[in-house]
C-alpha cells in the first residue's frame, strides 16, 4: 500500500498525526505538512471547528467528514464529549439527515446496499457484496436496516443508510466494539413513502415496499449469506416496520446470534429505568401495574420484556399479563379491539372489564384510561407530542404516591411530555425518563436531574459483551442481565437524582454492563470460548482511539 492509499484509508489514516519516522516508511513525505500533531492537538482542532458551526446537521456534516477521512481522530472527539455529540451522531439528529441523505451525498461511508431488484439476487451474489464491503476485516457486528420504521418518522427507504451508520458509531462511542468489526448494511425493498418517489434525486429503488414471499425469500437469502461469510458475526436488525420487526427476530433468533434494537433495546432500556426509579421510591417491581401508549413496534417491545420480567419474578403468565394496559390508535385495547396485530393482542384486556355500555373504541382517552387502570408506570412510544398533559399527570398521580412516567417517543418534537412539566404537575413526586436529553429543573427547592431513556445506554454494551466471548445468541436472560446491571447503577438517595446514570459516564458503565452480559453468556454456555477473567477480556478487547507508534 503506498502512501496515498494510506492517506485515502480512515481506518489507517492520521494525517498530520504521523510522525517523522512513519512518514518515512510508509512514503508519506511530501504529501502532508511538515508539522507533526498529537492526536490532543487534532482533536482540539477539531472540536473547535465543531463549534463554530451554526446547525445540528452542520455539525454532523463536519463529524461525518472527519469519520470519513481519519476514524481514530472522529472517536476521539465524540468520546471526549460523548454527552455533547452523541444527539448529534445519532438520534434526534441523524432523523434530520435521514430525511436529506440524497441531498447530502456524495459517497458511501461504510454501508453495503443490498438491492432487492438486482436480476441476479441470491445468497452467492449477496455474498459477494458482503465480501466487498468487508475488504478482509473481520466482521463482528453486523447492523441492517430495510428503512420501514426509522424512529419516530417512519418509512424512508435507502435514507435509512444513515441510521445504521449512526448506529455503527454509537457501538464504538458508547462501548469500545472496534469500529473495523463492524458493517452497517441497507435492504432496499422499495418505499412507500410517496415524497421520495416523487422525488428525482431519491437514490434508492422508486417503487413500492416489496411485501410477502418475495421479501422473505430476500431476507432469507441475506441471512444465509451472513452465515456463510461471517459466521462469528452477531446480526442486529434495526428500523424495520411493525409487521416485520418481531417476525425476523422470531424466526431468526436460533438460527444466529440476533437482536432488534427497536423491539429488545428499547424494552432493555425501559426496564433499567423502572428498576431505577424503583430504587429510589422503595416499590417493588412485581407490585406494578403498567400503561404503555402506543403499542407499536417499540411499546410492544416494552410491554414483553416488561412481561418476562415479572414471570422471572414469579408471577404466573395470567398474573403477569394482567398488569398491563396498552393503548394505540383504537384506545385502550380489549380482547374484541378490531385491527390489532399480534403483539398487541398478547396484551389486551379481557372484553368483560370494559365498562357497562361502552364499546370497543369507546376508551380513547389517556386520562380515563389512567383513572380505569390507576397505573404506577406510565410509558410513551406513541410519537403524540403533548399526550401526557397535566390531567393525566395529575390523575395518575392521585392512585399512586411515586408515579413512574417515561415519555420516550423521539425526536424531541415528538415527545409526550417535558421533563420539567411532569416534576410540577406531579408537585415534585414523579419520576421521570425522557427519550431525549432533558436540561435539569428547579421546583420547589429541590434540583431534579433526569434520567434519558436512550438505547444507546444498552445495546452497545449488550454487543460488546456478545461478541467479546463469541456468543452464539442472544437471548432474554442477558438483555435482562443488562438491564439490572444498568438500572442498579441508579442512586438510591436523594429525591431529584436520575434514574439512570448520565451519557457522560456512558463509557465507564458500558463496560460493567458489557461483563455483566458477557459472564451471562458463559454461566448458560453459550460463549464459543473459554474465558477465565471476563474483566481483562473485556478490557483487552475495548478499542480505545489512539495512534500506534510504529507502522
Avoid at 100 to 128: C, K
Avoid at 206 to 220: A, K, L, N, S, T
Avoid at 235 to 240: P, T, V
Avoid at 316 to 325: G, N, T
Amino acid at each position: 500500500m503506498n502512501g496515498i492509499d494510506v492517506l485515502r484509508d480512515p481506518l489507517l489514516n492520521q494525517g498530520t498525526g504521523f510522525s517523522k519516522e512513519q512518514r518515512e516508511q510508509l512514503g508519506l513525505v511530501g504529501l502532508l505538512p511538515p508539522r507533526v500533531q498529537t492526536l490532543e492537538e487534532q482533536e482540539r482542532q477539531i472540536y473547535a471547528q465543531y463549534q463554530g458551526k451554526g446547525s445540528n446537521l452542520e455539525k454532523r456534516q463536519l463529524l461525518i467528514d472527519v469519520y470519513e477521512t481519519n476514524r481514530t481522530l472522529f472517536y476521539a472527539v465524540v468520546i471526549d464529549h460523548v454527552a455533547e455529540l452523541m444527539p448529534i451522531i445519532y438520534a434526534p439528529v441523524v432523523a434530520e439527515a435521514v430525511k436529506q441523505y440524497d441531498q447530502l451525498f456524495l459517497a458511501p461511508h461504510d454501508e453495503v446496499f443490498l438491492s432487492i431488484d438486482e436480476p441476479d439476487n441470491n445468497p452467492a451474489a449477496i455474498e459477494r457484496s458482503l465480501c466487498a464491503g468487508a475488504q478482509d476485516r473481520d466482521i463482528r457486528l453486523i447492523v441492517v436496516t430495510d428503512s420501514e420504521g426509522i424512529l419516530g418518522i417512519g418509512d424512508w427507504g435507502v435514507n435509512g443508510a444513515e441510521l445504521v451508520l449512526g448506529k455503527s458509531m454509537v457501538y464504538t462511542a458508547a462501548a469500545g466494539v472496534n469500529p473495523s468489526s463492524i458493517l452497517p448494511i441497507v435492504l432496499d425493498v422499495g418505499t412507500d413513502n410517496e415524497q421520495l418517489l416523487a422525488d428525482p434525486g431519491y437514490l434508492g429503488n422508486r417503487h413500492p415496499r416489496v411485501r410477502g414471499e418475495r421479501y422473505d425469500r430476500f431476507i432469507d437469502d441475506f441471512v444465509q449469506a451472513v452465515r456463510t461469510v461471517f459466521p462469528s458475526a452477531l446480526l442486529h436488525w434495526e428500523g424495520f416496520g411493525r409487521d416485520n420487526a418481531q417476525a425476523l427476530l422470531d424466526r431468526y433468533h436460533d438460527v444466529l446470534p440476533t437482536f432488534n434494537d427497536d423491539v429488545q433495546g428499547t424494552g432493555a432500556v425501559a426496564l433499567a429505568g423502572i428498576l431505577g426509579a424503583l430504587r429510589q421510591s422503595g416499590q417493588r417491581f412485581e407490585d406494578q401495574r403498567f400503561m404503555v401508549y402506543g403499542a407499536g413496534t417499540a411499546g410492544v417491545g416494552i410491554a414483553r420484556q416488561l412481561y418476562r420480567e415479572l414471570l422471572r419474578d414469579g408471577l404466573s403468565p395470567d398474573e403477569a399479563r394482567s398488569r398491563f394496559y396498552l393503548l394505540d390508535r383504537q384506545g385502550l385495547l380489549f380482547a374484541d379491539t378490531p385491527d390489532m396485530t399480534d403483539g398487541q393482542r398478547e396484551f389486551a384486556r379481557p372484553a368483560a372489564e370494559r365498562p357497562a355500555g361502552r364499546s370497543a373504541r369507546d376508551i380513547v382517552s389517556l386520562r380515563e384510561a389512567v383513572t380505569l387502570a390507576h397505573p404506577g408506570v406510565l410509558i410513551g412510544t406513541s410519537t403524540q407530542p403533548g399526550a401526557f398533559d397535566r390531567d393525566v399527570v395529575e390523575a395518575m398521580a392521585k392512585f399512586t404516591p411515586r408515579p413512574i412516567i417515561l415519555p420516550i417517543s423521539n425526536p424531541t418534537e415528538l415527545a409526550e411530555a417535558t421533563a420539567k412539566h411532569l416534576v410540577v404537575w406531579s408537585n415534585g413526586q414523579a419520576l421521570v425518563g425522557t427519550g431525549a436529553p432533558s436540561l435539569d429543573a428547579h421546583y420547589d427547592g429541590v434540583d431534579y436531574r433526569f434520567g434519558q431513556m436512550n438505547n444507546a445506554l444498552v445495546y452497545p454494551a449488550l454487543g460488546f459483551g456478545a461478541v467479546a466471548v463469541g456468543a452464539r445468541a442472544i437471548n432474554d436472560t442477558m438483555i435482562s442481565v443488562a438491564a439490572h446491571a444498568l438500572g442498579d447503577l441508579a442512586s438510591n438517595g436523594a429525591r431529584g437524582s436520575a434514574i439512570l446514570p448520565p451519557m457522560s459516564q456512558i463509557r465507564d458503565f458500558s463496560l460493567l454492563v458489557a461483563e455483566a452480559v458477557a459472564q451471562s453468556a458463559i454461566d448458560q454456555g453459550l460463549a464459543s470460548h473459554p474465558v477465565d477473567d471476563v474483566h481483562a477480556l473485556m478490557l483487552q478487547q475495548r478499542w480505545t482511539p489512539q495512534y500506534p507508534q510504529s507502522c
